[in-house]
């Protein structure tokens, strides 16, 4: 008997796109015609661009950087992004007493389309691609979705594909960015603004959400979500099988320019090269930084 798992979960292809294992056949229609609330805050991004810190960070916003409120309000809800499973229909359910922080990575056409008419709140998070995509490698590599992701090489070469999980970095972000930018419902941040400036990045967030907190209610949050404390606060996420049990960890290091551990000196300019005509005529590379 070994604890390595040797076999695969796959991934959900619907209608042409592929999906984690979790997403049900029906989930990406019915969250596109998904009846939301005016304060409904969703947490948006392509996944590993630091989603849970985000979704930490508003989370604590909401109970004014109080732990024990924090516990009572969201310590129950799903930890999982909301196209994971029954977790919409969880959300559903839920009072109308606080706002629903709704965690997920829907790309542009599934995303609930009362959004785009202006009802709730979008806070969305985009990380450097290069980043991102070791963060994700390091991810999915010990969740065995693909066998080609066991591979950093060929994690490299499908992630540059249409076909990636989620779709890949250039077309699940553009559109959002091009597109929505200048809606009043929509927050852009990088997680290397965050990064560069925690307390100013928690008081923008505040202010979108017409949330005000005092200097002290803005150090709390600060405080309760830098990544050490997260880390040390955050569950271990398990995956069970019949032939072993695997620990998982959300959060790895947290930093900007991992990359260059990574990416050999030929990956980086064959991405550089695509980086630069994929993003030809976008305002989006002025946010994005590589390193600090």
Not at 12 to 23: E, S
Not at 94 to 104: A, E, G, H, L, Q
Not at 180 to 189: E, I
Not at 269 to 286: C, Q, T, V, W
Request: charged letters at 30%; a neutral charge; proline letters at 5%.
């Amino acid at each position: 008997m070994t604890d390595k798992l040797t076999d695969f979960l796959g991934v959900n292809v619907i209608n042409g796109f592929k999906w984690p294992p979790h997403v049900h056949d029906d989930t990406p229609d019915k969250l596109h015609n998904l009846k939301i609330r005016e304060d409904d805050v969703f947490v948006l991004s392509y996944p590993k661009s630091g989603t849970h810190w985000t979704l930490e960070i508003v989370r604590n916003i909401v109970c004014e950087g109080n732990n024990d409120n924090f516990k009572e309000e969201y310590g129950s809800d799903p930890r999982g992004p909301f196209e994971f499973g029954d977790n919409h229909k969880k959300f559903d359910s839920f009072s109308t007493v606080k706002p629903r922080v709704i965690m997920t990575h829907a790309p542009v056409d599934v995303l609930p389309k009362q959004v785009f008419e202006g009802k709730g709140k979008v806070v969305f998070l985009i990380r450097n691609p290069k980043d991102n995509l070791v963060s994700y490698w390091n991810f999915v590599k010990e969740r065995q979705y693909l066998e080609e992701y066991e591979q950093w090489d060929n994690c490299f070469e499908a992630s540059l594909r249409p076909d990636a999980v989620y779709g890949n970095w250039f077309d699940f972000n553009l559109p959002y960015y091009e597109n929505h930018r200048n809606k009043k419902n929509f927050l852009f941040l990088t997680y290397e603004d965050m990064k560069l400036d925690h307390k100013g990045c928690v008081i923008r967030i505040c202010d979108f959400l017409s949330r005000p907190l005092s200097e002290e209610q803005v150090d709390k949050v600060v405080e309760n979500t830098t990544f050490s404390n997260m880390k040390a606060r955050n569950p271990v996420f398990q995956l069970k099988k019949e032939i072993g049990k695997r620990t998982f960890t959300l959060l790895r290091k947290g930093i900007v320019g991992d990359w260059k551990t990574r990416f050999t000196v030929a990956q980086n300019e064959r991405f550089d090269a695509i980086y630069n005509h994929r993003m030809e005529g976008s305002a989006l590379p002025k946010r994005i930084i590589f390193e600090t």
